[in-house]
C-alpha cells in the first residue's frame, strides 16, 4: 500500500513570496490534515478536510494561508506572501473517515519550507 | 484546550538499557492517544495506537500504557539499541475532533 505523498521535499524561499506544497493521500481516505511543525515543537494541525470539505481551520493563518482539496483525493496548501515564522515543516497526514474511536493518523515525508 | 506535555524533552542511554518516556494530557475527554516516531527530516512514523477504552498496547520491544482518568501515557522500550535514536512524539485525539494534539517530543539518543 502506497504511503501519503508529500512534494516537494524541500524549499527556499524569500519573505514576501508565494509556496505551494502538494499532497496525496493515501487510496481510500477521506479525511486529509495539513500540520504545521516549527523546530523543536510537536506538529500543529492547520487544516483538517472531510472529503472536499473543511471540518477544522481554526488554526490557518487566513489572511496568508489557503488551502483546497478538489475532488476529495489531492490537496494544495499555499502561502502568500510566506513570512520567516513560516519557516517550518509542512506535513500531510490521511485517516479513515469513521468519527468513533479509532483509525490511526499516516503521515507524509513533509516539506521543510526554510523562509529567508 | 488540550496541552500534552512529554517528559524528559532529551534523554540519552547507553545502549541495551529498558527506558521509559512519559507523555501527561490535560483533558481526559480522549478518544485515542498515538505514540510517534520521527527521525531527522523525516515524517512521522505511528509505533502504537491505544484507543480510550485499552490500557496498553504492545509491538516488539515497545510497550505503551494509558491511563486516562490521570492523563498519562508511558512508553517502554525494551533493551535499546543505537537505531532507536530519534525523536518520540506523544498525540492525542480528543473526542469531537478528528485532529491529533501533539506534545514536543523526548529526543532520545542511545549510545553503542
Known amino acids: 500500500e502506497a504511503g501519503v505523498a508529500q512534494s516537494p521535499r524541500y524549499k527556499i524561499i524569500e519573505k514576501r513570496q508565494s509556496v505551494a506544497f502538494w499532497c496525496n493521500p493515501i487510496?481510500?481516505?477521506?479525511?486529509l490534515y495539513w500540520y504545521q511543525q516549527i523546530l523543536g515543537q510537536g506538529p500543529k494541525l492547520l487544516i483538517q478536510?472531510?472529503?472536499?470539505?473543511?471540518?477544522?481551520d481554526s488554526q490557518l493563518p487566513k489572511d496568508r494561508f489557503s488551502a483546497e482539496r478538489l475532488k476529495g483525493v489531492d490537496s494544495t496548501l499555499k502561502i502568500q506572501p510566506a513570512k520567516l515564522e513560516d519557516s517550518a515543516v509542512y506535513l500531510c497526514?490521511?485517516?479513515?473517515?469513521?468519527?468513533?474511536?479509532?483509525?490511526?493518523?499516516?503521515f507524509g515525508p513533509g516539506t521543510r519550507l526554510t523562509v529567508t | 484546550k488540550q496541552e500534552v506535555t512529554q517528559i524528559p524533552a532529551a534523554l540519552s542511554v547507553p545502549e541495551g538499557e529498558n527506558l521509559v518516556l512519559n507523555c501527561s494530557f490535560t483533558?481526559?475527554?480522549?478518544?485515542?492517544l498515538q505514540w510517534f516516531r520521527q527521525d531527522p527530516g523525516k515524517g512521522l512514523t505511528s509505533l502504537l495506537l491505544?484507543?480510550?477504552?485499552?490500557r496498553e498496547q504492545t509491538s516488539g520491544r515497545l510497550n505503551a500504557s494509558l491511563d486516562k482518568s490521570s492523563g498519562r501515557s508511558t512508553l517502554y522500550i525494551a533493551a535499546s539499541q543505537p537505531g532507536d535514536s530519534a525523536t518520540y512524539l506523544c498525540?492525542?485525539?480528543?473526542?469531537?475532533?478528528?485532529?491529533?494534539?501533539f506534545g514536543s517530543g523526548t529526543r532520545l539518543q542511545v549510545q553503542p
Open positions: 497526514a490521511s485517516s479513515l473517515a469513521r468519527d468513533r474511536e479509532g483509525y490511526e493518523q499516516y
Open positions: 483533558d481526559s475527554a480522549i478518544y485515542n
Open positions: 478536510f472531510q472529503n472536499n470539505g473543511v471540518v477544522d
Open positions: 498525540a492525542v485525539r480528543h473526542a469531537g475532533r478528528r485532529a491529533l494534539t
Open positions: 487510496s481510500g481516505h477521506a479525511t
Open positions: 491505544i484507543q480510550s477504552s485499552q
